[in-house]
């Protein structure tokens, strides 16, 4: 006859299955309803400039200790609430607490007037007349810059063709620049037997749904097995939430411009022009070498987006004399969001922001 302790332990285990089961079912109902949606990018900003789609953010910061501001960058194909997922998980949020002024150059969502941006429009117009824009709010004349993702070629394209920007230093976090090692995702942008032309969508730009098929492809069973993990742990709010957080963003993809899509099809993938120093913008020739301030680069080491091998290259192509890398071991949204990032690489960013500036007196 088994011990009443042991008859404990199993009336327990009875117990908690049948409140995980009744939870599963609750939160099951709520995911099919589609309530309960966890909210993002509420840190507090205010819209201060407009350039077509594009919108200049200012976040609210009543303890600003530092100066230069910040000025972010993120990426052309995704949206940039990664940066600001949630209260207590949010970049934006920890670069307020260390005192940054910090703005943002959100991207919107590109329509057909936005089917013949080139990069020139981005990196030689849009992001000069933002850093304009930050220094005379802040009352400034330089400014940190980052980019992010495919938002951080863009701002290694700027720095680069325009040497004189009020940069006091650039950071890139999880850029590529050996276009070609970033494997199965670039069939979406270009190898050589993918005629851009014909994936364009009506309005002359990439469909979001191509770009969500192309990162899926590199994890062709990630649905089956993100699924199978959110059915098993239905009864745990948490992982609930965190769930429809992380594939909320991982599914909400923009349109990439026709234009950049070309561009970088021939000039980054087949030419691989950053490695090679071929790259052209508005008829100059173009090489990183010519970016010579304070930089960094932070590249996740288990990043299946960007691999190592096509964002690691930058520190050889940089001509800066102060340069660092920090490398991470985690993935591409690892380095921005979740309990790594905020005990790792969060505090080398803000370390390296806060060298690069200035206290307030």
Known sequence: MPAPTEQLS?????RREIERAALRTRNGIKLAAGVSKPKVGQTPKDVVWTFGRAELWHYRNESVRFTPPLLIIPSLVSRSYILDLTPGNSLIEALLQAGLDVYM????VPDERDAKNRFEDYVDLAIPAAIRQVCRRSNTSEVNLLGYCFGGVLTLMHAAHNPSSPLRSLTVVATPVDFPRLGPLVDVIGRTELD???VLGDDGNIPPQLILQGFRSLAPMGDITNYVNLLDRMWNDDYVAGHQLMNGWATDHIPLPGAVARQTATRLVRDNALMTGRLELGGDRVSLTDISVPFLAVLGARDTIIPEAASAPVMDLVGSSQK???RM?????GLVVGKSAHRKTIPKLIEFLQQRSEPLT
């Open 10 to 14: 199993t009336l327990d285990r009875v």
């Open 105 to 108: 150059l959100d991207w919107g």
């Open 196 to 198: 851009v032309d014909s």
């Open 324 to 326: 660092e890398l920090l």
């Open 329 to 333: 071991d985690g993935g591409h949204v």
